[in-house]
């Protein structure tokens, strides 16, 4: 009973405070009661806090979009964060063109020009998708979980202390409108109590009782005003209190500011990482594409011609630079080299496999010799090793001088 009566009671005393801050904040709104301003040191830390988390807010969301261009797999994250859930992994897009080359290749024929260059840049992709993984891990634990550990975590304290101080400055203002209203009652029941009636008997007998009642009035205003006195000391102190907890909270987001910066540096450095292996990457491909057969036309027939080297004499001599560095062929200097007479000295550009018994199985950068055979097809040459002979496709060769 004693505890039912302790919360009834508890609950009837917050429910008058509330009403009494709402009742001074629709005041102050009106412009019918005063409003404490904080002093302007503390405004400023507000306005700081404020925007700091506004831009820390925005910059966080932008990374993710950066990180992770697909909203369905941001929302997934997301929901396992908050589930305390390890997401599945999942292969990002680098990876999947990569797998897609690479299968391309493998279907074409790893032995022809275009199903090699396929592999090679897929597995080049799929790096580059191991890179971008690296990066988004790296991202997340050095720039993102600090970013959010303060949205979620020391702003939202800041936000509480900052409500609570809220409440005791609509506290202190209501205790002085208390005190104001109090004062001047009582001044006017002073004012009351001093004037007297003249009359008859029974007006000065009323006059009397007035006066008594008067006094009596004038004790409980005066009560009043001892305890909105009192009432406002202790309001005035807990706002004291409160505005400085709030203020040394507030002065931390330069610390804030620093660790943010610091993580700023992780993120860029994870950037560099990332781009810098990207670039050699693309670098070690397109030197492997580099001395990759380019198009060229023959008979209305699309075939493969390689692109020379700064120290060697390349097929097709004569053939035009393009500004990616790759050549194109053209038809007369394969023909003129077809109908050259004598043997040459060839290095193997890349490993081939024999389709038939007809053909000859090259190895990269090993040194055959080849030659030409009235009647074979322009695409070939013949080629020797040792005892073993057989043709040979003409793009998988580098004359040498």
């Not at 009432?231 to 807990?238: A, D, F, G, K, V």
Request: glycine share 4%; proline share 3%.
């Amino acid at each position: 009973m004693n505890i039912m009566d302790f919360n009834v009671k508890k609950l009837a005393a917050d429910a008058g405070t509330f009403l009494s801050r709402a009742v001074q904040f629709t005041e102050e709104k009106l412009g019918q009661a005063e409003k404490t301003e904080l002093d302007a040191h503390l405004e400023n830390l507000l306005s700081k806090a404020e925007c700091t988390k506004i831009w820390t807010e925005k910059i966080m969301k932008q990374t993710e979009v950066l990180l992770q261009p697909n909203p369905n797999a941001r929302i997934e994250e997301f929901v396992y964060e908050k589930l305390d859930r390890k997401a599945p992994s999942r292969i990002n897009n680098p990876e999947l063109l990569g797998q897609y080359m690479i299968d391309a290749g493998t279907e074409f024929g790893p032995g022809t020009a275009y199903g090699n260059a396929l592999i090679k840049c897929g597995e080049t992709q799929k790096r580059i998708g191991t890179a971008d993984r690296e990066l988004i891990q790296t991202s997340a634990l050095n720039f993102l979980t600090p970013l959010r550990n303060f949205i979620e975590g020391d702003y939202k304290t800041i936000a509480k202390e900052r409500k609570l101080l809220q409440n005791k400055r609509l506290d202190l203002d209501a205790a002085k409108t208390r005190l104001k209203k109090a004062k001047a009652a009582e001044t006017r029941a002073s004012q009351l109590n001093s004037a007297r009636l003249e009359g008859d008997n029974n007006m000065v007998n009323f006059s009397y009782m007035l006066n008594f009642l008067h006094v009596k009035w004038l004790k409980i205003w005066a009560e009043e005003v001892t305890k909105s006195e009192q009432e406002l000391r202790i309001t005035q102190s807990e706002f004291d209190r409160q505005a400085e907890i709030t203020r040394l909270l507030l002065e931390g987001i330069s610390s804030t500011h620093a660790h943010h910066l610091r993580c700023l540096n992780d993120f860029v450095e994870a950037q560099m990482t990332y781009y810098a292996q990207c670039y050699q990457y693309m670098l070690d491909l397109q030197k492997q594409l580099g001395s990759f057969p380019s198009n060229y036309c023959n008979n209305n027939q699309t075939s493969m011609a390689p692109v020379p080297s700064a120290s060697s004499n390349v097929i097709g001599s004569s053939a035009l630079t393009s500004t990616s560095g790759l050549v194109i062929a053209s038809p007369t200097n394969l023909i003129d080299l077809k109908e050259c007479s004598g043997s040459r000295k060839a290095r193997v550009l890349y490993d081939y496999d024999a389709a038939n018994s007809s053909e000859l199985s090259l190895l990269a950068d090993e040194v055959i010799t080849v030659f030409s055979v009235v009647g074979m097809d322009s695409d070939w040459l013949m080629g020797e090793r040792g005892n073993q002979k057989g043709r040979v496709p003409i793009t998988y060769l580098e004359l040498l001088n």
